[in-house]
């Protein structure tokens, strides 16, 4: 495997990227994470290793174990990502933080994006005209986190405006790629996910 390495100036020494675990609900998440991850970092100078939970339950019962092989895999920080979907919010992150107490890894955070993390993608408008080719208005609530099904509700938008059909495994990361972070500004989980990237990881 080649392993990146990053100048640290005129000292002509160098280091290592660092490794980010990601442990997700599918890998359109990781993608877009790392997309998001890019925005604050530069692509050379971290890499992902990941585990895909295929669905909420899977990544309840065994984030555990994926912390800590994240954690032999040399990753310096793990970040697990869980929808809310209905969930209650302090619940939900006290049983998955439950789970990871005994983990031989502490360098772990938790991110639950409400509802959906496609609710990050809805808020700037112009990264999904931007790859769907939308030239109209398109309107969407600045308070996007409080948009029912975010996913469902993308589809419905780029089917109404473009006629396009939005699959979200494709075009996620397309829209990450596009996306203002400063539009992210109104979402408290993705204000919670920056801060621990920006202080903790990208420092």
């Known amino acids: 495997m080649r392993v990146a390495l990053v100048s640290t100036g005129n000292t002509g020494r160098y280091k290592m990227s660092i490794k980010i675990g990601i442990i997700a609900e599918d890998l359109s998440d990781i993608q877009v994470i790392t997309e998001l991850i890019s925005k604050y970092m530069e692509k050379n100078k971290f890499s992902v290793k990941h585990f895909v939970g295929k669905g909420c339950g899977k990544l309840k019962t065994k984030c555990s174990a994926w912390v800590d092989n994240l954690s032999m895999q040399g990753c310096t920080h793990v970040i697990i990502f869980h929808d809310l979907d209905r969930n209650k919010e302090a619940l939900l992150r006290k049983e998955i933080e439950q789970r990871i107490l005994n983990c031989n890894f502490k360098e772990t955070h938790v991110v639950i994006p409400t509802e959906e993390l496609e609710a990050w993608l809805l808020s700037d408008p112009s990264a999904i005209k931007t790859i769907f080719s939308i ?69």
């Open 135 to 203: 030239k109209g208005e398109m309107r969407i609530s600045s308070d996007v986190e409080s948009i029912k099904s975010p996913k469902e509700h993308l589809q419905k938008l780029i089917k109404k405006h473009s006629n396009k059909t939005y699959i979200n495994t494709i075009h996620n990361k397309k829209i990450a790629e596009k996306i203002d972070i400063s539009k992210l500004a109104n979402c408290p989980s993705y204000r919670d996910f920056e801060k621990y990237i920006t202080e903790k990881v990208a420092r």
